[in-house]
């Protein structure tokens, strides 16, 4: 690669002096950065008592128990589990469904242009946020201590943690709806309840539809782990498996939720594709 001339290049350095003349703090900027992650990384290392030792042990304890984990085995309670399983399903499902539901309207009020006031987006932006930033888990405790121990704990967690998460995706699916249909249901003398309901809510469904099915598939895996602390389903016959030290059949409960996960993955994927071909024809 030949070199610029000198006079082309000292023309260029005249001409865009911010790229060849960088102020210092700038030059320094991602050193400093990368020199601070590093220093963190190695004080959390410290701070956490990270031990190579205990590390190797530990994989050795892996590979054990992973060989008390063969060959899978349900015993005589395979009925147990797949009735467990359908349980975990249900969960997802009815807890992403009431979320969506819930979230849809809520999410109008935070979109920009649904309602222009920043004045009363603010608290419904920072609602979904402070909802959001709760993990499923926490909430599942939460609710068990509410309504008791069982599913409709699990499917109060999933509603409520999925409601913050919903809010903020469909209020910036709206915000990116194309706003020329919004302006010819406007020209066409409609309402505001006109422009959400034909011009904004054809545009957005698909995008909404995709999200919560990729959710459902999402929400399985959670409702299996919040299972563990009392919130029903497959997640908690785990928990007793573990307990008593019954590998095999722990192994066999793992195998029924990855299957399950990876057969909603494969159907949701599916129907994603297919409403984003439809939206795309239309």
Not at 7 to 14: F, M, P, V
Not at 120 to 140: E, H, M, Q, Y
Not at 253 to 263: D, N
Request: aromatic share 10%.
């Amino acid at each position: 690669m030949s070199r610029l001339p000198l006079q082309q290049t000292a023309e260029l350095r005249a001409k865009y002096p911010d790229i060849f003349h960088r102020p210092a703090a700038s030059r320094l900027a991602t050193p400093a950065a990368a020199l601070t992650a590093f220093a963190v990384f190695i004080f959390g290392l410290v701070d956490l008592d990270f031990s190579p030792t205990r590390f190797v042990s530990g994989l050795r304890e892996l590979g054990w128990i992973s060989m008390m984990m063969i060959p899978p085995d349900p015993g005589s309670s395979l009925p147990l589990y797949l009735k467990a399983l359908g349980e975990t399903l249900s969960i997802a499902l009815l807890g992403t469904t009431l979320a969506a539901l819930l979230a849809l309207p809520v999410g109008l009020f935070a979109a920009r242009n649904v309602i222009p006031s920043q004045l009363l987006r603010f608290p419904v932006r920072r609602f979904f946020d402070s909802i959001r930033g709760v993990d499923t888990l926490i909430w599942a405790l939460v609710w068990i201590n509410v309504v008791g121990l069982g599913p409709f704990a699990g499917v109060l967690a999933i509603t409520v943690s999925d409601f913050g998460a919903f809010g903020k995706l469909f209020s910036e699916a709206i915000e990116a709806a194309d706003q020329r249909q919004v302006e010819g249901v406007r020209a066409s003398g409609g309402s505001k309840l006109h422009e959400i309901r034909f011009g904004l809510l054809p545009q957005v469904l698909p995008v909404i539809a995709g999200q919560v099915l990729y959710f459902i598939e999402s929400n399985t895996r959670s409702a299996s782990i919040i299972g563990i602390v009392g919130a029903g389903g497959i997640g908690l016959q785990l928990a007793e498996q573990i307990r008593v030290l019954e590998w095999q059949k722990v192994s066999f409960l793992v195998l029924m939720i990855l299957v399950a996960v990876a057969v909603i993955d494969f159907i949701s994927g599916k129907l994603r594709f297919a409403i984003i071909g439809r939206r795309a024809a239309a």
